[in-house]
């Protein structure tokens, strides 16, 4: 009511408790805020967290074609998207992930930036571009959108940021 961005989308807020769901397919966290306000995170791969120290957001990655090609796992027209109470925003992700210890993962395409919800706010430009196309090492392939938001009726704007993330077998969303 008050016109403040809600812990759970304001990705510089820490969870006071996070209750974790996992399964060989899917990680699925609930993230409970100060404010009360609730995230569900959603990953896919294997149970192990790797998020490198970025603060998960209501993010998720899904309706991936995927089909074996080579050493990879190949994902198309993936739909990588955060789902806040006052912000929901995606765009369309290529990657491969590997089928076999010792290959890189790699994004290959990223594509259809779109905002569908700003409460409060109006988005002046919203960009995707890959980061770092092949994994490095332990250094996961990064793509990114940003989005620039400038509140209804204000003078300064903020961004917003919504990553893809590839590493070996394993791919995960931060913000």
Known sequence: KAGFLLDADNPDMEPISTETDENA?????????ADGSVAIVEKEGPKQRN???????????GGCHIYVHQDWYRHDNCLISYNGINFSYSFRADYSAARFTGVAGVIRRVFAPVVHRSIGANPTSNNVYILREWQDGNISAEAAQT?????????WSWSAHLRLHVLNNTAWTST
């Open 25 to 33: 397919r899917r990680v699925v966290e609930r993230q409970t805020f």
């Open 51 to 61: 998020d490198g120290g970025n603060v998960i957001a209501p993010a998720d990655i």
């Open 147 to 155: 989005i620039q938001f400038q509140p209804w009726g204000g003078w």
